[in-house]
Nanobody, 123 residues
Framework: QVQFVESGGGLVQPGGSLRLSCTAS????????IGWFRQPPGKYREGASC???????HYVDSVNGRFTISRDNAKNTAYLQMNNLNSEDTAVYYC?????????????????WGQGTQVTVSS
């Protein structure tokens, strides 16, 4: 069964940091683009960051400069380092895979979604 498992979420104070992990089972990551998405309370799911199979990275404006996406193909895991968090980053964070590069892949084309990990930024 092909799936992702996300971990690393939790409660953090504004200005704090978290590192999310996304580990794949049932397939190897190296030929896939990996996207991190988030769904804030009461809102639609949105893209946050993406890393293509060649390692090129992409960020939405709201997280650019604060979040860093990376991948370790040997561990079949992708990461999202989140720094200087604020309340607007509160969301359930998901990862998913795509067979095409980040620049040309819509959210609906990502597959193998994990169950998500909750990130809450609050004092």
């Amino acid at each position: 069964q092909v799936q992702f498992v996300e971990s690393g979420g939790g409660l953090v104070q504004p200005g704090g940091s978290l590192r999310l992990s996304c580990t794949a089972s049932g397939f190897t990551l190296d030929s896939y683009a990996i996207g991190w998405f988030r769904q804030p309370p009461g809102k639609y799911r949105e893209g946050a960051s993406c890393i293509s199979s060649d390692g090129s990275t992409h960020y939405v404006d709201s997280v650019n400069g604060r979040f860093t996406i990376s991948r370790d193909n040997a561990k079949n895991t992708a990461y999202l380092q989140m720094n200087n968090l604020n309340s607007e980053d509160t969301a359930v964070y998901y990862c998913a895979a795509a067979t095409t590069d980040c620049e040309v892949t819509a959210q609906d084309d990502f597959v193998s979604w994990g169950q998500g990990t909750q990130v809450t930024v609050s004092s």
